[in-house]
């Protein structure tokens, strides 16, 4: 199994340990510490040595940060998670707040008391949230206080090491563009942009131009590392020399000088002392970087991360991988709705549910030779009422069986080295009431309305995220996260800049791999959530058009579950984008499954008139 269903968090932890980063504080002559779930490079997912906020609070979420001061403590999460911290974290240690509504800089701006010494670390905030942090205390009449060393690191006694996960080449093949002309290309923007260097401290991005993956963080196959790029002359790879075998190494050795991650600050102090101008991406790069430039003397623009725009444009080898990886979990998927439609109620839990999900894919690789490398994260397998948990993780504490007259939801994904995947399917467990039909289907009129959307070209995912809630918001109804998210290529499964959210800046363009995945959640019943991944395509102008407009492609190859579709809630081009999308998946998958699944199959994707 690529996924443990032990459970990692305990309330009590906040209970014992914020009293001991009380007192390292006091030492330090600090009187508190902002705690986010960052590591050096400012990922979602972090390796275990750098998951300070779950050490701390108990709280395991992939989004939060909390602020503990001398007599209080509040810890902050997103709407994704607003009923898991309440049980996975201690009520009279924490005050709870939104991520959203109330960041920490608004809190502390409005909540911290006049003269406090807060204490950050400059390695976990960027240079833009340390601007927004040191505005914040001053408007508090407070000092925020960088600190060399992290008092949680100081107090966990039993910290792991850093991870050590083995490099390996992802072929050109898959990439489609070798990673000399991937670093030329990289070049040519840094000195558009007005630097001599550039650091990328984003593993994908170090991934995505160097062509490697990696294995240290759990279900996403990243190396952690940092690079210098130069607008001239060859870059520098900064990453442990374990990670590298022979074949690693020797072909990292002719695109890049490698050096040791403890290299990179004495490496910039000197690119600093010889008059480079270095650009760090504000939203990315961590304070530390820059206060390591400037304090020797240099200095440092604002530069994007040169790699996150390409690498978001996924080209032709990456959608074709995306493609054939979504195929092939198309025939996982199958083989999994049709066994689950075969069980009886009770007889089966949300760990066993998930592993059999899991053991599908397995077997959908190996048939093809494309064997599944991981899954992208872990899989949210929720029945009942635990399907109203938005990032619900199963543990053996909280597993719960698949009981009649309830919703079961399931929002998985897989990572095959041609390409990553991400899907939702909600489903009956015997008989859905005529409430949880109605609150599906105006979940699936969001989905369609994605799928079928044309734009123009300067849309941006904020400018569409509404048509994926306007059937919700007329029945007063809504879901609290965003539509969608970007996807990699055998990479993150949750990519940035490109997303559809309210904070969903970036223009949409061609290549780009997004999820589509409106949901509603009825605390204490059940959830609904419905995913599939498309991509933008190029703008196209039609027969009677006068201006080009871009679509999406719909990658995922999996049924619906029409039981739970409400057909007089859907209008005729709703009706036929689904019958059109059924038709598709079943033409697509049938010669691929076992007779038992195609027959299953077939009556799961029939038009709804039958």
Same mark, same amino acid.
């Given at each position: =199994?690529?996924?443990?269903?032990?459970?990692?968090?305990?309330?009590?932890?906040?209970?014992?340990?914020?009293?001991?980063?009380?007192?390292?504080?006091?030492?330090?002559?600090?009187?508190?510490?902002?705690?986010?779930?960052?590591?050096?490079?400012?990922?979602?997912?972090?390796?275990?040595?750098?998951?300070?906020?779950?050490?701390?609070?108990?709280?395991?979420?992939?989004?939060?940060?909390?602020?503990?001061?001398?007599?209080?403590?509040?810890?902050?999460?997103?709407?994704?998670?607003?009923?898991?911290?309440?049980?996975?974290?201690?009520?009279?240690?924490?005050?709870?707040?939104?991520?959203?509504?109330?960041?920490?800089?608004?809190?502390?701006?409005?909540?911290?008391?006049?003269?406090?010494?807060?204490?950050?670390?400059?390695?976990?905030?960027?240079?833009? +949230?340390?601007?927004?942090?040191?505005?914040?205390?001053?408007?508090?009449?407070?000092?925020?206080?960088?600190?060399?060393?992290?008092?949680?690191?100081?107090?966990?006694?039993?910290?792991?090491?850093? $991870?050590?996960?083995?490099?390996?080449?992802?072929?050109?093949?898959?990439?489609?563009?070798?990673?000399?002309?991937?670093?030329?290309?990289?070049?040519?923007?840094?000195?558009?942009?007005?630097?001599?260097?550039?650091?990328?401290?984003?593993?994908?991005?170090?991934?995505?131009?160097?062509?490697?993956?990696?294995?240290?963080?759990?279900?996403?196959?990243?190396?952690?590392?940092?690079?210098?790029?130069?607008?001239?002359?060859?870059?520098?790879?900064?990453?442990?020399?374990?990670?590298?075998?022979?074949?690693?190494?020797?072909?990292?050795?002719?695109?890049? +000088?490698?050096?040791?991650?403890?290299?990179?600050?004495?490496?910039?102090?000197?690119?600093?002392?010889?008059?480079?101008?270095?650009?760090?991406?504000?939203?990315?790069?961590?304070?530390?970087?820059?206060?390591?430039?400037?304090?020797?003397?240099?200095?440092?623009?604002?530069?994007?991360?040169?790699?996150?725009?390409?690498?978001? %444009?996924?080209?032709?080898?990456?959608?074709?991988?995306?493609?054939?990886?979504?195929?092939?979990?198309?025939?996982?998927?199958?083989?999994?709705?049709?066994?689950?439609?075969?069980?009886?109620?009770?007889?089966?839990?949300?760990?066993?549910?998930?592993?059999?999900?899991?053991? %599908?894919?397995?077997?959908?690789?190996?048939?093809?030779? =494309?064997?599944?490398?991981?899954?992208?994260?872990?899989?949210?397998?929720?029945?009942?009422?635990?399907?109203?948990?938005?990032?619900?993780?199963?543990?053996?504490?909280?597993?719960?069986?698949?009981?009649?007259?309830?919703?079961?939801?399931?929002?998985? !994904?897989?990572?095959?080295?041609?390409?990553?995947?991400?899907?939702?399917?909600?489903?009956?467990?015997?008989? $859905?009431?005529?409430?949880?039909?109605?609150?599906?289907?105006?979940?699936?009129?969001?989905?369609?309305?994605?799928?079928?959307?044309?734009?123009?070209?300067?849309?941006?995912?904020?400018?569409?995220?509404?048509?994926?809630?306007?059937?919700?918001?007329?029945?007063?109804?809504?879901?609290?996260?965003?539509?969608?998210?970007?996807? !990699?290529?055998?990479?993150?499964?949750?990519?940035?800049?490109?997303?559809?959210?309210?904070?969903?800046?970036?223009?949409?363009?061609?290549?780009?791999?997004?999820?589509? +995945?409106?949901?509603?959640?009825?605390?204490?019943?059940?959830?609904?959530?419905?995913?599939?991944?498309?991509?933008?395509?190029?703008?196209?102008?039609?027969?009677?058009?006068?201006?080009? =407009?871009?679509?999406?492609?719909?990658?995922?190859?999996?049924?619906?579950?029409?039981?739970?579709?409400?057909?007089?809630?859907?209008?005729?081009?709703?009706?036929?984008?689904?019958?059109?999308?059924?038709?598709?998946?079943?033409?697509?998958?049938?010669?691929?499954?076992?007779?038992?699944?195609?027959?299953?199959?077939?009556?799961?994707?029939?038009?709804?008139?039958?």
């Amino acid at each position: =199994m690529f996924q443990s269903f032990e459970s990692h968090s305990d309330s009590r932890q906040g209970t014992e340990r914020v009293p001991l980063l009380r007192r390292e504080l006091q030492r330090a002559n600090i009187d508190g510490f902002v705690v986010p779930r960052a590591d050096e490079h400012q990922g979602e997912y972090v390796a275990a040595r750098s998951d300070r906020l779950k050490w701390l609070t108990g709280f395991t979420g992939s989004a939060g940060a909390a602020i503990v001061l001398m007599d209080r403590a509040v810890i902050f999460v997103d709407g994704r998670y607003t009923l898991q911290v309440r049980y996975q974290t201690d009520e009279d240690t924490f005050s709870y707040d939104s991520l959203v509504d109330n960041p920490p800089t608004k809190w502390i701006a409005g909540n911290l008391p006049a003269g406090v010494r807060l204490g950050f670390d400059p390695w976990l905030h960027t240079v833009a +949230e340390t601007k927004a942090l040191l505005a914040a205390v001053e408007k508090a009449g407070s000092e925020l206080v960088p600190l060399a060393v992290n008092p949680i690191d100081t107090i966990w006694q039993d910290q792991p090491d850093a $991870p050590k996960g083995a490099v390996a080449i992802q072929p050109v093949g898959f990439a489609g563009e070798l990673a000399k002309d991937k670093i030329a290309r990289m070049a040519d923007a840094i000195g558009e942009a007005g630097a001599t260097h550039t650091v990328v401290t984003d593993p994908s991005s170090i991934a995505w131009i160097f062509n490697i993956r990696g294995a240290d963080v759990d279900h996403t196959p990243l190396a952690l590392a940092f690079a210098i790029l130069p607008a001239e002359g060859r870059p520098s790879l900064f990453i442990d020399p374990g990670k590298l075998g022979i074949e690693a190494k020797a072909y990292l050795t002719q695109l890049a +000088e490698l050096h040791a991650p403890a290299a990179l600050e004495p490496a910039l102090r000197k690119l600093a002392a010889d008059g480079a101008t270095i650009g760090l991406d504000p939203q990315l790069a961590a304070e530390r970087l820059r206060m390591t430039v400037e304090d020797a003397g240099g200095k440092t623009i604002d530069l994007p991360d040169p790699a996150r725009l390409p690498r978001a %444009c996924k080209n032709e080898a990456e959608l074709d991988g995306a493609r054939a990886a979504h195929q092939r979990d198309g025939v996982a998927m199958a083989r999994f709705l049709s066994w689950l439609d075969a069980q009886k109620p009770e007889t089966l839990d949300e760990i066993s549910v998930a592993s059999h999900l899991e053991s %599908c894919r397995i077997r959908s690789g190996e048939e093809v030779q =494309m064997p599944l490398r991981d899954i992208s994260f872990d899989t949210i397998s929720g029945a009942g009422p635990n399907g109203a948990i938005m990032h619900y993780r199963v543990t053996t504490k909280t597993n719960r069986k698949l009981s009649a007259g309830e919703l079961y939801l399931v929002d998985s !994904g897989a990572q095959y080295q041609d390409g990553t995947t991400d899907i939702t399917r909600t489903v009956a467990i015997g008989a $859905p009431t005529d409430q949880m039909r109605r609150h599906y289907t105006l979940v699936l009129k969001g989905l369609i309305a994605i799928s079928t959307l044309r734009f123009p070209t300067g849309t941006r995912g904020m400018d569409i995220d509404p048509f994926a809630r306007h059937a919700l918001w007329q029945a007063g109804l809504d879901f609290a996260h965003g539509t969608g998210h970007g996807v !990699g290529s055998f990479l993150s499964v949750h990519e940035g800049p490109q997303r559809i959210a309210r904070t969903g800046t970036q223009t949409l363009l061609p290549g780009m791999i997004l999820s589509n +995945e409106p949901g509603y959640y009825r605390p204490g019943e059940y959830g609904i959530r419905l995913e599939n991944l498309i991509v933008v395509q190029d703008a196209t102008t039609t027969e009677d058009g006068e201006i080009p =407009m871009h679509g999406f492609e719909t990658l995922t190859l999996a049924p619906f579950d029409r039981r739970l579709v409400d057909v007089s809630l859907l209008d005729v081009s709703e009706i036929a984008w689904l019958d059109a999308y059924h038709a598709r998946v079943a033409t697509e998958l049938a010669d691929l499954v076992d007779d038992d699944v195609r027959q299953w199959l077939e009556k799961a994707t029939a038009p709804l008139s039958e």
